[in-house]
């Protein structure tokens, strides 16, 4: 919305810096910061009255040990707080006409309604595992390969969703209508992964705002074609949108962590990791940085892996890789405190983004 005070900066001219990115992105960071911030309390209210609480959170974890009776009194669903907080603040900074806005709002609301259904299963009905996962997988697929579908049909990105790169190369190694599948399957996997790691207070969120001002910078600078050129990267008509997203995303996560710091006030539950997750996949395909994101997320990875390796060693040989997985569950098995685990897993989480960020120097 304010993007078109603009229009008017011949009767002010100051209105002018309204067209710039670094200003929409930086006035989005701190709009959705402040909201998250100042909501917190509010939300934590209307939870807990709403009895969103995550009972029994940690008993499938660790059956036969002490469990901190303040968690299973924590409120979950607090995603709610992160949604709202980044719609609200692309609404006043994006370009609301722009396809890269309008696929990626919609696909976190979209999104977002499918954590909300899981956790209010869980809450409402008791159910353990929410709704089945084999409907959440189907639900993800229809709006990840949906959103990115619109987006290549667009005549200014048109087959661009097509191109797959890989870090280190100038030119795309591979053209085909497949890749669109292949990017549906990575924002999917992206989505599971941040859902994977909230299992702290703090963990995904705090990792997530790295991820997200890392994807951040890679959609600024395949705005821009100078930039895009000089480092070899595909020129995205209309994804400097998705970088002033980006940057509603970590300040809306920051905020959030204002709340959700160790002891936290509320989760964010499936409400929020599975669209955080899936969005921050979607700008990484819009930017065609698929596999750079296995890099710039690397704790989701690690921690989708640790899963995965558990689950098939397990199934065929009886035997733990881990001595419980998601892999943060291990080292808390290990003697780490919960602090320490969420802190070095940040710490970690940084220098992945940093790594992400340096490959654009090596094409």
């Known amino acids: ?55 029994d959170r940690y008993k499938d974890l660790f059956p036969n040990e002490h469990i901190n009776p303040l ?20 609404l006043l900074w994006n370009v609301w006409t722009c396809p890269i806005t309008i ?59 097509w191109q797959f790169y890989v870090p280190f190369l100038k030119d795309p190694v591979w053209v085909s209508p497949l890749v669109m599948v292949f990017s549906t399957v990575v924002v999917m996997g992206s989505s599971n992964a941040v859902n994977l790691t909230d299992g702290k207070d703090g963990l995904a969120v705090g990792c997530m705002v790295f991820a997200a001002i890392a994807f951040g910078v890679f959609a600024y600078l395949s705005s821009h074609n100078v930039f895009a050129i000089y480092l070899g990267i595909p020129v995205v008509p209309g994804i400097e949108e998705a970088a002033v997203f980006a940057m509603a995303i970590a300040g809306a996560c920051i905020g959030f962590l204002w709340w959700n710091c160790h002891p936290a006030s509320m989760f964010m539950g499936d409400t929020g990791s599975l669209a955080l997750g899936g969005i921050l996949g979607l700008i990484a395909v819009f930017v065609k940085q698929e596999i750079t994101l296995a890099i710039v997320g690397g704790v989701f990875v690690i921690e989708a892996l640790s899963v995965m390796i558990q689950v098939t060693v397990f199934k065929r ?18 003697g780490w405190t919960e602090t320490q685990i969420v802190v070095r897993f940040w710490i970690l989480a940084g220098i992945f983004a940093m790594l992400g960020l340096a490959t654009l120097k090596l094409r």
């Open 1 to 55: 919305m304010l993007y078109y005070l603009s229009y008017l900066q011949e009767y002010f001219g100051p209105f002018r810096l309204f067209e710039y990115v670094t200003l929409r992105s930086a006035g989005a960071m701190m709009t959705a910061l402040l909201i998250g911030m100042f909501f917190g309390p509010f939300t934590v209210r209307s939870l807990t009255r709403f009895r969103t609480v995550a009972e």
């Open 71 to 90: 968690k299973n009194r924590t409120p979950s669903m607090g995603g709610l707080l992160i949604i709202a907080a980044i719609v609200i603040s692309a």
């Open 103 to 161: 696929a990626l709002t919609v696909s976190l609301l979209a999104m977002s309604a499918i954590g909300f259904t899981d956790d209010y299963f869980k809450v409402a009905f008791k159910k353990r595992d929410g709704i089945p996962g084999k409907a959440k997988l189907i639900f993800q697929f229809v709006i990840a390969f949906g959103a990115i579908f619109y987006i290549n049909s667009m005549p200014e990105t048109h087959g661009m969703m």
């Open 317 to 334: 040989t009886g035997k733990r890789v881990f001595l419980c997985a998601p892999i943060h569950h291990h080292f808390e098995r290990l």
